[in-house]
């Protein structure tokens, strides 16, 4: 029912900055409203850990490793989430993940059906060369 679709990943030189995007979109047939939303990244051969998370009232959640480097925010009214990276190093070399969870209302007449599910993008690399 919604999904999400990163962009802004690639080839960046260690030091620099990126800014990931992610746009949620829904299908025609119900609404959704996004609670949390952010972003996790996976480098080859670890698990996947969360990067940043903020929440529908502005609260944010990041990792130890990348407080005071990497800034996450949210547009609600384009329902989309941002995330800037600064001061990359080859440590942040990964596939970023998008991720939401929601909550999505279909509309049958008077009736309502409402549904709370979460969703993944499909990645997007960034590679952080020296």
């Known amino acids: 029912q919604v999904q999400l679709v990163e962009s802004g990943g690639g080839l960046v030189q260690a030091g620099r900055s990126l800014r990931l995007s992610c746009a949620a979109s829904?299908?025609?047939?119900?609404?959704?409203?996004?609670?949390?939303i952010g972003w996790y990244r996976q480098a080859s051969g670890k698990q996947r850990e969360l990067v940043a998370l903020?929440?529908?009232?502005?609260?944010?959640n990041y990792a130890d490793s990348v407080k005071g480097r990497f800034t996450i925010s949210r547009d609600n009214a384009k329902n989309k989430v941002y995330l800037q990276m600064k001061s990359l190093s080859t440590e942040e070399t990964a596939v970023y993940y998008c991720y939401a969870d929601y909550e999505y209302t279909v509309v049958h007449g008077a009736e309502q059906a409402q549904r709370y599910l979460d969703v993944w993008g499909q990645g997007t690399l960034v590679t952080v060369s020296l």
């Open positions: 903020i929440s529908s009232g502005g609260t944010t």
């Open positions: 829904g299908s025609t047939s119900g609404t959704f409203a996004i609670n949390d």
